[in-house]
């Protein structure tokens, strides 16, 4: 399959699946505290495949969402209730779940068929409102704004004990996600959507629906947040409303932003990234501040956040991903100065 | 029947005064919006900075003067303007100018993310308890026709009302007003006709300061407690200056007004009347918006825009 995925070296994903399903046996023999490094990576897991789906909408297709974490409180309470109240197997849950907020993505799509940049940004935003309320105005089956417990998962016969059970499944899932995102990208479908996001005039000249399109777009990545839902209600065995906030959305994005806009990988690096940086590396180095100044642990997070933010869409706009590959391609013309190409 | 009435009319002079900050927020929006194309996502964060500076020079003039007076908010009033000057010229640096020409979507998130630096900011050197601020006018009210009018209200409608006014005069009448509204239509070309760009753009941050900290120095005192919390406000004028029709003054005061008198008028006595308006009246501005995008999405008072390819 030469053409397809021409300039990618292929001979390394393998090597790279085998390496994130050996990663919690290094981390046991390395650590003692491998229990929370594997939850955090299980977090960092079902972001990743929110946020693959986020990058098919907002960065392959253009349309900008800031109400994806509503997508996700969706899918984790219509998993919940599906598993917990009407006793479905969740199995079954992992396929519904998806479809329904697939069509629960129809919603905010059909109005997004008439707005653009700004726009689209504020009605999301305000889906996601909309959507906590009405999850506390159902409190007959969710609980209200009290939250809900939520059982452990069980995958065809196996309890999903601990978290060491739930990275092989959470990973599995999240392997696929990447490789069902790429072959979207790399289809007819993917064209059409980067078609869209390049230009809509010239995109409805080449005979592209952009209706059709769009919706498809909304479609898919709510199925991505979905089954990232039904994962996150499983893991995390309590969701309330206050899980899903608007920052959440704002993360997400900043997730794909860091990474690189419209590049899988990229949104895998940045939520990576952002997810590690989160719970690693910004606790490890606010203790040593709190010392010297008396801080809000929160705040200074948040913060921190903003920075990098702020920083990477100023100076690095292509993300992490655009800077591995520039220096990739600095490395392959190693002895040619490649820099004035790619400044 | 009347008793609805009177609470009715009651709750929509309180929500006039609510409108009215919505319509000052939007205002902060659409003076960038309209020379810069930079939508801000940050204005209620200045508005909540403008809160919060103010706050700062009342408890400290009073302490050197030794008590309230008049004298105390009005000069702390003129100190939080100087501070938004510089605010202003300090926000044009950092988002303005790196920004220019970049995608919307990039300068979307990087206003969001000011807002999220600025909120964090604040937490941080204000800490985490909440402050009670207090309004130059007490508890003052007049009694007019069976309706109560709190003297605070009624000191935000009429300052909201002024400056609104010069503001639209600014804009229409004097050179520097025309200026701008050449640079939003095309920067280059206003460039090239003598109009010293840069100018404008820091000049229009500076209004959107000032605007953004008297809204705040406004709303405080409305407030029982002073939080980072309030900055959640500036996300609500959003829906407002939509309704209006983004971009244009009147527009934006207009749909600030009707906005703050749905909000007001659901959260009082309709949901009193109605259980299932309890249910959404926090949510009832965002239902506007999404009615009013997909209905009319120019807005009421915007001129429908004409694609570029």
């Known amino acids: ?343 | 029947m009347s008793d609805l009435l009177t609470g009715l009319l009651q709750e929509s002079v309180s929500g006039i005064a609510l409108g009215c900050i919505y319509a000052l927020i939007a205002l902060g929006f659409t003076l960038i919006y309209k020379a810069t194309e930079v939508v801000n996502f940050a204005q209620g964060e200045i508005m909540m900075v403008g809160a919060y500076i103010n706050f700062f020079f009342v408890t400290q003039f009073s302490a050197m003067a030794g008590g309230l007076t008049g004298w105390v908010f009005i000069a702390a009033l003129f100190c939080s303007i100087i501070f938004a000057v510089f605010f202003g010229i300090i926000l044009d640096y950092i988002i303005n100018r790196p920004l220019k020409g970049e995608p919307v979507f990039s300068i979307i998130m990087a206003t969001i993310s000011l807002a999220i630096i600025l909120r964090s900011l604040t937490a941080m050197i204000a800490g985490p308890i909440s402050l009670v601020p207090v309004s130059p006018f007490g508890d003052s009210t007049i009694k007019t026709a069976g309706i109560v009018i709190s003297v605070l209200d009624l000191a935000i409608i009429i300052c909201a009302v002024i400056l609104m006014s010069l503001f639209f005069f600014f804009f229409n009448k004097t050179r520097w007003g025309i200026a701008m509204k050449a640079t939003s239509s095309d920067s280059e070309t206003a460039q090239l006709m003598g109009i010293p760009v840069k100018q404008v753009y820091r000049i229009v941050w500076v209004f959107a300061a000032i605007v953004g900290v008297i809204s705040g120095v406004l709303l405080a005192p409305r407030m029982a407690l002073l939080d980072t919390s309030m900055s959640y406000l500036g996300l609500k004028a959003f829906p407002a200056a939509i309704l209006g029709g983004f971009g244009s003054i009147p527009g934006a005061v207009v749909g600030g007004v009707i906005l703050g008198i749905i909000e007001t008028v659901s959260m009082g006595t309709l949901s009193f009347h109605f259980a299932w308006i309890k249910e959404i009246n926090d949510i009832i501005v965002w239902i506007v918006l999404i009615a009013v995008l997909m209905i009319r999405p120019d807005g009421l008072f915007g001129i429908a825009k004409v694609k570029r390819v």
Request: glycine content about 10%; hydrophobic content about 55%.
């Open chain 1, 1 to 343: 399959m030469k053409g397809r995925y021409e300039d990618e070296n292929l001979k390394w994903i393998p090597v790279l699946i085998l390496a994130v399903f050996l990663l919690p046996f290094v981390l046991k023999g390395v650590t003692f505290s491998y229990k929370y490094y594997l939850y955090i990576l299980n977090m960092a897991g079902i972001y990743i495949i929110l946020t693959v789906g986020l990058d098919l909408l907002s960065g392959f297709t253009g349309l900008m969402s800031l109400g994806h974490a509503a997508f996700l409180a969706i899918g984790a309470y219509t998993s919940a209730i599906l598993v917990d109240q009407a006793g479905l197997p969740f199995e079954l849950s992992l396929i519904i779940t998806p479809i329904i907020v697939g069509l629960s993505g129809f919603v905010i799509g059909f109005p997004a068929l008439r707005i653009e940049g700004m726009y689209l940004g504020l009605t999301t935003m305000g889906f996601g409102f909309i959507v906590k309320r009405l999850i506390i105005a159902l409190r007959e089956w969710t609980g209200g704004a009290g939250g809900l417990q939520v059982s452990k998962a069980t995958f065809f016969g196996l309890t999903i004990r601990n978290d060491w059970d739930n990275y092989f499944m959470i990973y599995t899932f999240v392997i696929l996600a990447v490789i069902i995102a790429r072959r979207i990208v790399q289809s007819k479908l993917g064209r059409a959507f980067m078609a869209i996001r390049d230009s809509e005039k010239a995109a409805q000249a080449s005979g592209i629906h952009l209706a059709k399109y769009k919706m498809m777009s909304f479609f898919i990545s709510g199925m991505f947040a979905g089954f990232a839902g039904v994962l996150f209600a499983h893991t995390s065995h309590f969701i309330s409303t206050d899980h899903f906030d608007i920052l959440l959305s704002i993360f997400f994005i900043v997730m794909i932003l860091v990474g690189g806009v419209g590049s899988i990988y990229g949104a895998v690096l940045g939520t990576l990234f952002i997810v590690l940086m989160e719970n690693l590396f910004i606790p490890l180095f606010e203790d040593g501040l709190a010392q010297i100044i008396r801080i809000e642990s929160g705040e200074l997070q948040v913060f921190i956040f903003g920075l990098i933010m702020l920083l990477f869409i100023i100076f690095q706009p292509q993300g992490l991903y655009g800077m591995w590959l520039k220096m990739r391609i600095y490395w392959k013309l190693f002895p040619f100065n490649p820099r004035k190409r790619f400044t």
